[in-house]
């Protein structure tokens, strides 16, 4: 161009079209540069045509950082690795409880142990645990796991330091009494991460204070939850200024907020539970906390997703605090990967909360935000859609991420977190046969090598494998339950069965 302009020799309708091309070269270039880059329907892989235009809002809303018209592409079906596979084909083995199972806290009631029981298991009933402890399943838990990892030993946690810092904990969790977003949600998420950590394997991955640090992520992850979305936060400041959206410029608001928080309750000696951490180990942890809470930012699913699946397809190292904090994003989500019985409670205590925050913005004049309108949101389908596009893509990522941790721990024998975990007999019990499908319950060790950290590899490669299938058959239920209801034309807000999820399938 500069050339013909040069000599006076111009095309002009070369030069426009170059000129057109050149322009939209740096727009490219320069949006490459500055957003992240994704596309919205390219990464949750939304097919227009089966999902309402209120769910695509909201999930474009909700799960990433930008909305952008929808386009059609072909699904991604989840792979399986060929060494699972022939460990599927070849070793069904199940973990049984040998002994009886004790508490680790003593003095416990009856209930409480009994509840207790399943918690190293994918059906273990959140619900049941707070009843039974009168209200106190996040305390309970969060104890409970922190003697069962021998953490309180190894890092010298006062007793009374956790009791006065767990009882501050729900009390800030029940500030703002949400149906949702409460100190069961908190116990829910601990207990979840325990269990993909066992479940996968990556547990034996980790370092004592590493497992401490996602133990206590997921507990504080929500700590003092207001209740609404960060959009709310950041939307309304119009008509009403969010003081949280002001501390923290509109950047996750509200988990800025529970990190930071809660990190300020430790600063009080009668609640710090990390008195006897050292410096660096202290330092350490709270990064960890920090980068693991900052990622349960739904607004980060489709980067976080993005950048670990990039990561397993260049076969690059993985980084620990991110996969953690994948862990942790996953478990938040967890419950339509969970039997029918507590997904189908988890959904109306969370549509009440968004549908209390859309009856607080039709009362200031905004408009209602995607699925926060009572009258008139498609429940069942949202639920669909969450699976579809959030939950099974999440899982499936964990699944292949985990195998690629693990397996080159089993093919190191020398492991000797794993050996020393298997020999003292931890009970780490996976889920029955009738839980888990297809897998046979055998009793532990008779059918592999009689080697004891050989023998506990096997078991976790069959516990890979289980999760897999355990995950994958409950969303699918859940998603048949919610067709169910569709067919029945019990799929709305103002359906009285969908906002208490019974079943009428
Ligand atoms: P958090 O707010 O940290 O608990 O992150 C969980 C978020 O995931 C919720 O606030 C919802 O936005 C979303 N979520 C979890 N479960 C569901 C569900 N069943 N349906 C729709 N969204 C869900
Ligand atoms: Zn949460």
Same mark, same amino acid.
């Given at each position: 161009?500069?050339?013909?302009?040069?000599?006076?020799?111009?095309?002009?309708?070369?030069?426009?079209?170059?000129?057109? *091309?050149?322009?939209?070269?740096?727009?490219? @270039?320069?949006?490459?540069?500055?957003?992240?880059?994704?596309?919205?329907?390219?990464?949750?892989?939304?097919?227009?045509?089966?999902?309402?235009?209120?769910?695509?809002?909201?999930?474009? =809303?909700?799960?990433?950082?930008?909305?952008?018209?929808?386009?059609? %592409?072909?699904?991604?079906?989840?792979?399986?690795?060929?060494?699972?596979?022939?460990?599927?084909?070849?070793?069904?083995?199940?973990?049984?409880? %040998?002994?009886?199972? =004790?508490?680790?806290?003593?003095?416990?009631?009856?209930?409480?142990?009994?509840?207790?029981?399943?918690?190293?298991?994918?059906?273990?009933?959140?619900?049941?645990?707070?009843?039974?402890?009168?209200?106190? =399943? @996040?305390?309970?838990?969060?104890?409970? !796991?922190?003697?069962?990892?021998?953490? $309180?030993?190894? *890092?010298?946690?006062?007793?009374?330091?956790?009791?006065?810092?767990?009882?501050?904990?729900?009390?800030?969790?029940?500030?703002?009494?949400?149906?949702?977003? $409460?100190?069961?949600?908190?116990?829910?998420?601990?207990?979840?991460?325990?269990?993909?950590?066992?479940?996968?394997?990556? !547990?034996?991955? !980790?370092?004592?204070?590493?497992?401490?640090?996602?133990? *206590?992520?997921?507990?504080?992850?929500?700590? &003092?939850?207001?209740?609404?979305?960060?959009? *709310?936060?950041?939307?309304?400041?119009?008509?009403?200024?969010?003081? @949280?959206?002001?501390?923290?410029?509109?950047?996750?608001?509200?988990?800025?907020?529970?990190?930071?928080?809660?990190?300020?309750?430790?600063?009080? &000696? $009668?609640?710090?539970?990390?008195?006897?951490?050292?410096?660096?180990? +202290?330092?350490? !942890?709270?990064?960890?906390?920090?980068?693991?809470? @900052?990622?349960?930012?739904?607004?980060?699913?489709?980067?976080?997703?993005?950048?670990?699946?990039?990561?397993?397809?260049?076969?690059?190292?993985?980084?620990?605090?991110?996969?953690?904090?994948?862990?942790?994003?996953?478990?938040?989500?967890?419950?339509?990967?969970?039997?029918?019985?507590?997904?189908? %409670?988890?959904?109306?205590?969370?549509?009440?909360?968004?549908?209390?925050?859309?009856?607080?913005?039709?009362?200031?004049?905004?408009?209602?935000?995607?699925?926060?309108?009572?009258? $008139?949101?498609?429940?069942?389908?949202?639920?669909?859609?969450?699976?579809?596009?959030?939950?099974?893509?999440?899982?499936?990522?964990? =699944?292949?991420?985990?195998?690629?941790?693990?397996?080159?721990?089993?093919?190191?024998?020398?492991?000797?977190?794993?050996?020393?975990?298997?020999?003292?007999?931890?009970?780490?019990?996976?889920?029955?046969?009738?839980?888990?499908?297809?897998?046979?319950?055998?009793?532990?060790?008779?059918?592999?090598?009689?080697?004891?950290?050989?023998?506990?590899?096997? +078991?976790?490669?069959?516990?890979?494998?289980?999760?897999?299938?355990?995950?994958?058959?409950?969303?699918?239920?859940?998603?048949?339950?919610?067709?169910?209801?569709?067919?029945?034309?019990?799929?709305?807000?103002?359906?009285?069965?969908?906002?208490?999820?019974?079943?009428?399938?």
């Amino acid at each position: 161009m500069v050339q013909q302009l040069e000599v006076r020799d111009v095309d002009f309708d070369e030069l426009k079209r170059n000129l057109e *091309f050149t322009a939209s070269l740096l727009e490219a @270039l320069y949006t490459n540069g500055t957003q992240p880059s994704f596309d919205v329907e390219d990464d949750l892989q939304i097919r227009s045509d089966v999902v309402p235009v209120e769910v695509r809002d909201w999930l474009a =809303s909700t799960f990433t950082q930008r909305v952008q018209p929808i386009r059609q %592409r072909l699904e991604e079906k989840p792979k399986f690795r060929s060494i699972v596979h022939a460990v599927q084909a070849g070793i069904f083995v199940e973990r049984i409880f %040998r002994k009886a199972y =004790s508490t680790a806290m003593p003095d416990q009631p009856a209930e409480v142990i009994n509840c207790l029981r399943d918690l190293d298991r994918g059906n273990f009933d959140v619900f049941s645990l707070d009843a039974v402890s009168s209200g106190h =399943s @996040l305390k309970t838990l969060f104890i409970e !796991l922190i003697i069962k990892h021998h953490l $309180n030993s190894r *890092f010298k946690v006062p007793i009374s330091c956790l009791m006065s810092f767990l009882c501050e904990l729900e009390r800030g969790y029940n500030k703002h009494t949400n149906a949702y977003h $409460n100190h069961t949600h908190a116990a829910d998420v601990t207990h979840t991460v325990h269990c993909l950590l066992l479940r996968t394997g990556v !547990l034996y991955w !980790l370092t004592e204070l590493e497992v401490l640090a996602c133990l *206590f992520a997921a507990a504080i992850h929500d700590y &003092e939850h207001t209740g609404n979305t960060n959009n *709310f936060h950041i939307y309304t400041r119009w008509v009403r200024w969010s003081e @949280l959206a002001m501390i923290y410029n509109d950047r996750s608001v509200q988990e800025s907020h529970h990190v930071s928080a809660a990190f300020r309750l430790l600063q009080d &000696e $009668n609640t710090n539970i990390f008195m006897n951490l050292t410096r660096p180990e +202290w330092i350490e !942890l709270r990064s960890l906390v920090i980068e693991m809470v @900052l990622g349960t930012d739904m607004s980060c699913h489709v980067l976080q997703v993005k950048a670990m699946r990039s990561c397993l397809q260049q076969h690059e190292c993985i980084d620990k605090p991110k996969a953690l904090s994948l862990i942790l994003h996953a478990a938040d989500i967890s419950h339509p990967a969970k039997p029918w019985s507590l997904h189908s %409670r988890w959904t109306p205590r969370l549509m009440e909360e968004f549908f209390t925050q859309g009856d607080k913005e039709a009362e200031l004049g905004l408009s209602i935000s995607p699925l926060c309108d009572r009258n $008139n949101t498609p429940v069942a389908q949202s639920q669909i859609a969450f699976m579809e596009f959030i939950v099974e893509p999440t899982f499936s990522l964990i =699944s292949d991420m985990s195998e690629k941790i693990v397996i080159p721990l089993i093919q190191d024998t020398t492991c000797s977190r794993y050996r020393s975990e298997f020999k003292s007999g931890t009970e780490v019990g996976t889920e029955t046969g009738t839980e888990a499908g297809t897998e046979v319950g055998t009793e532990a060790g008779t059918e592999v090598g009689t080697e004891t950290g050989q023998r506990g590899l096997q +078991w976790t490669v069959a516990d890979m494998v289980s999760f897999r299938s355990m995950w994958m058959r409950h969303t699918e239920e859940n998603k048949n339950r919610w067709r169910d209801k569709v067919k029945n034309g019990v799929s709305h807000s103002d359906d009285s069965e969908t906002q208490t999820g019974q079943d009428t399938a």
